[in-house]
């Protein structure tokens, strides 16, 4: 390795050789960002704990009805188990059951138990099943039934063991969204698929479609019996909202919910008054006083509900949507935000600005477009102009934001106007025309503009460079037109672009080869990739004067050594002492450690590539970029649960001391 011999002085490499280093000590990584989150599931504890489950397995928990929330625990191990019901026991006040499907199709999901109110969980059964709904018999608490998208199963001792309760081959009792268990016989239950509704009342023995008065193809998102009357049931599904009276033997569809909010994914009734009832929609919450007849909105438009629940003894409203969750005291007559202590936002996009470290760009997803932005390294957010397009990355050169576009393209934002602009991927190309007289073709340059998709940007001499799916492209910093760079030799997708601490060399990854132009882009050496390292992924650099760079392949991280070493098959090194053969991330260089994130967790070094160890953020999902937040710290970007960072404290000379 060279990279630290150029760093660090003579003194500190003869300590290293002794293991007695100064170390850098590290706080934790500690959870930044806005307040928020997509909830899907809701429960309410018998002692009085409220619980909340998101799509990546995480339970949080509040102890004052929703006033405030800490997160708990997780449904099981995935970090891609979305926890789709939450269900309280009946008899253990601090006992809940978790539906648990996975992102992933192969890995299915299960049923989970928690005995102390959602802070450990244990297997209850169902593994490698999509369990997407699950209900408990109000009379025989002990009965479980479980909705997945196989079909139907029943347990009779709370979740130790399962039977199959549906017809193992039949092609439409299966993919299960809701599931209801009549109040007086435990027997009697309703199943709503991606298509009808069913109905048993012997306990799964025989079954019967009841779509009367349905439209046909309806999905059943949700089934409630009401608690007043068993016989009148109401379901909720993607063609409205229906009504029976009659056990489901024949529905009514309800009207008053406009068309465009028909997608309803939950109805509750209101545990004071059983001719209220609330209905969950894409569009809002509709509220109706008349057991169904008709309906008035109750939030807002932009609200998208996916669960309701209802706190401190019922007099508190609480609605669970894409957002993060809506509390309201007063009978649904008005709502306020209720996320403190819920951070949990899917971040898409994450930018730290070069000349202040402290001031960010985030892009949260369900939240449409808009951009957030913290001038107080995440402690506080605003909201932020957004581009008209979607934005799907964020980076920031000097004091400069630009934005990748949804569909193609890059944004500038101009921070005396307060707008973003497009910048204009101008090509210019000769082609030959032919007079319409007759005669000699000529030859004329024709300009095209662009929308290529952007992978990587970094200022490097003044300029703009911009690694696309359509070459590399460069312009002014602040000029709105960019041209391309070396079409021969770069003609197709940029994998990955990097400059050096200098911007007098840049780093480009293309058609599985590492290139290297020390004039800004006008001539570029070229280096293919050994056969045995797979793609290349990406490259970073941090010297000054830039020999040695670090490049992701396939089969793991390879430094790479621009310097006369002799036979070229040699210059390419693998990094191993515990870093894994295995793809990864772009890899953040700093003074004191190296990070490389994978998919199996990250991955640090101290002694600069020389050893390596793997550390993970706790409760955190996969890292899918890490920024060094200045002088002092490390940002990183989870994949479900937000922003992370890690500040650095102080020095020590144990050497057995480690930063994480």
Same mark, same amino acid.
């Given at each position: ?34 307040? !928020? ?9 018998? #002692? ?16 004052? %009805? ?72 109000? *009379? ?9 998208? #196989? ?7 709370g979740g130790r063991d399962w039977e199959r309760i549906s017809p ?6 299966? *993919? ?16 709503? @698929? ?34 007043? *009357? ?42 004071? #008054? ?34 309701? $629940? ?18 309201? $005291? ?8 209720? *996320? ?34 913290? =001038? ?32 193609? !393209? ?22 030959r025309q032919a007079p319409k007289g007759g005669g000699a073709a @000529? ?20 300029? =703009? ?12 910093? @602040? ?19 990097? %400059?050096?601490? %200098?911007?007098?060399? =840049? ?12 004039? =800004? ?52 090194? !693998? ?86």
């Amino acid at each position: 390795m060279k990279f630290w011999q150029t760093i660090l002085p003579a003194v500190a490499i003869a300590a290293l050789a002794c293991c007695a280093i100064a170390r850098v000590r590290a706080q934790e990584w500690q959870r930044i960002g806005p307040e !928020g989150g997509n909830v899907i599931s809701l429960a309410i504890l018998g #002692n009085g704990d409220v619980l909340l489950g998101t799509a990546d397995g995480h339970v949080f928990a509040s102890r004052n %009805a929703g006033e405030h929330w800490e997160l708990r625990g997780r449904a099981g191990s995935r970090f891609d188990g979305v926890v789709q019901s939450l269900v309280a026991d009946r008899q253990v006040g601090t006992r809940v059951y978790a539906a648990v499907w996975t992102l992933d199709p192969y890995a299915g999901g299960g049923v989970f138990r928690s005995e102390d109110a959602g802070q450990s969980w244990t297997s209850a059964g169902l593994d490698g099943e999509a369990v997407r709904a699950l209900a408990q018999s109000p *009379n025989s608490p002990e009965v479980l039934v479980a909705g997945t998208r #196989n079909g139907v199963f029943r347990s009779p001792d709370g979740g130790r063991d399962w039977e199959r309760i549906s017809p193992p081959r039949d092609e439409e009792l299966k *993919n299960l969204d809701s599931i209801a268990i009549d109040p007086r016989d435990a027997n009697v239950i309703y199943a709503g @698929t991606y298509h009808l509704p069913w109905k048993t009342t012997d306990g799964g023995k025989s079954w019967k479609a009841i779509a009367a008065g349905m439209i046909d193809d309806s999905d059943v998102m949700s089934i409630v019996i009401d608690r007043e *009357n068993p016989e009148r049931i109401f379901a909720s599904a993607c063609s409205g909202i229906y009504r029976s009276e009659n056990g489901g033997s024949q529905w009514t569809k309800l009207q008053g919910i406009p068309y465009v909010s028909r997608r309803t994914q939950q109805i509750a009734q209101d545990p004071k #008054n059983a001719a209220i009832w609330y209905a969950g929609t894409t569009e809002g919450l509709w509220r109706s006083i008349d057991a169904g007849e008709n309906w008035t909105r109750a939030t807002t438009r932009d609200s998208v509900v996916n669960t309701i $629940a209802f706190a401190g003894k019922g007099e508190r409203l609480l609605l669970g949507t894409e957002k993060g969750i809506l509390l309201s $005291a007063d009978g649904a007559r008005s709502f306020a935000t209720s *996320n403190s202590g819920f951070t949990h936002p899917v971040v898409r996009a994450f930018a730290v600005s070069e000349g202040d470290a402290k001031h960010m760009l985030i892009a949260v997803e369900n939240d449409g477009n808009g951009l957030l932005e913290s =001038l107080d390294e995440g402690k506080n957010w605003r909201s932020f102009p957004a581009p008209k397009a979607i934005v799907d990355e964020l980076f920031s050169t000097g004091e400069n934001w630009y934005a990748a576009l949804r569909g193609g !393209g890059v944004a500038r934002f101009d921070a005396k106007t307060k707008k973003w602009t497009e910048i204009r991927f101008v090509a210019r190309e000769l082609v030959r025309q032919a007079p319409k007289g007759g005669g000699a073709a @000529t030859k004329k340059m024709r300009e095209r503009i662009l929308k290529p998709d952007a992978i990587a940007l970094r200022a490097a001499g003044g300029r =703009l460079f911009v690694g696309t799916n359509e070459g590399l492209w460069t312009g002014t910093l @602040t000029g709105g037109v960019m041209q391309r760079v070396a079409g021969k030799q770069l003609p197709g997708k940029v994998a990955d672009l990097d %400059a050096n601490a %200098a911007g007098s060399e =840049l780093f480009v990854v293309a058609q599985n080869r590492l290139m290297r132009s020390r004039d =800004l882009g006008k001539s570029w050496d070229s280096v293919a990739a050994l056969e045995n390292l797979g793609e290349l992924l990406w490259v970073r650099t941090e010297n000054r004067e830039s020999q040695e760079v670090l490049v992701g392949t396939l089969t793991g991280v390879y430094e790479y050594d621009f310097g006369p070493v002799g036979d070229k098959a040699q210059l390419w090194k !693998g990094l191993q002492s515990g870093l894994p053969a295995a793809p990864s991330l772009p890899a953040v260089l700093g003074s004191e450690f190296w990070l490389i994130p994978m998919r199996a967790g990250m991955y640090m070094s101290r002694d600069h590539g020389e050893n390596w160890e793997r550390f993970s953020i706790r409760d955190a999902g996969q890292v899918q970029l890490i920024l060094k937040a200045g002088k002092t710290g490390y940002w990183a970007r989870s994949q479900t649960d937000g922003l992370f960072l890690m500040k650095i404290e102080g020095r020590e000379t144990n050497s057995k001391t480690g930063p994480f």
